[in-house]
Structures are given as C-alpha cells and as structure tokens.
C-alpha cells in the first residue's frame, strides 16, 4: 500500500535499480542473498518482497523509499492513520 503509493511516481518498476546497502545485505533469513553493492529492479524487489517475505529486499525498498527503515516505519504508521487503521503499528 505504501510502499506502491511511494514507488508509482518516482521509479519505472522494470528500469529503475536499486542500491542494496551493506546494512540490507546483512539481513537474517527469509533473503535473496543481496550482496552489498548489487542492484535490483522495484519490479523484482517488490515481487521477491511479496512472494518470499525477503527481508533483504525489504529493507533496500525502505531505504529506497524514505531512506532509512525507521523513516519508512513512520511513513507507514502516517499511511495507516490516513486510511482509518487507528490500532495499526508497523
């Protein structure tokens, strides 16, 4: 939800790349096995993220998105509470 609202205008999900930091290359398990430096495509991250959970790719979509995974977690929360989720804490 956010994530795409985010994405839609700023990055083509088939040519844009993105940056895998050392930090999102340190990941535990559920991951791609991203290594510092790769790049991958919004279009891979985002189906990698949805199908496989990966947490490497989540965090180079966050870093991506809000530049850090903290400032992401806040865009989320901010998300939420405009679409009514009250209670939801990400």
Do not use: W, Y
């Amino acid at each position: 939800m956010c994530c795409v609202d985010q994405l839609s205008p700023q990055l083509e999900a088939d040519t844009t790349l993105l940056f895998v930091s050392a930090h999102a290359a340190a990941q535990p398990r559920s991951h791609l096995g991203l290594k510092a430096g790769d790049t991958v495509s919004v279009r891979a991250a985002i189906l990698s993220l949805v199908t496989k959970s990966a947490n490497d790719v989540a965090i180079v979509l966050a870093e991506a998105i809000a530049g850090d995974k903290s400032a992401f977690v806040e865009q989320m929360n901010v998300k939420a509470r405009d679409i009514g989720m009250a209670k939801a804490e990400f």
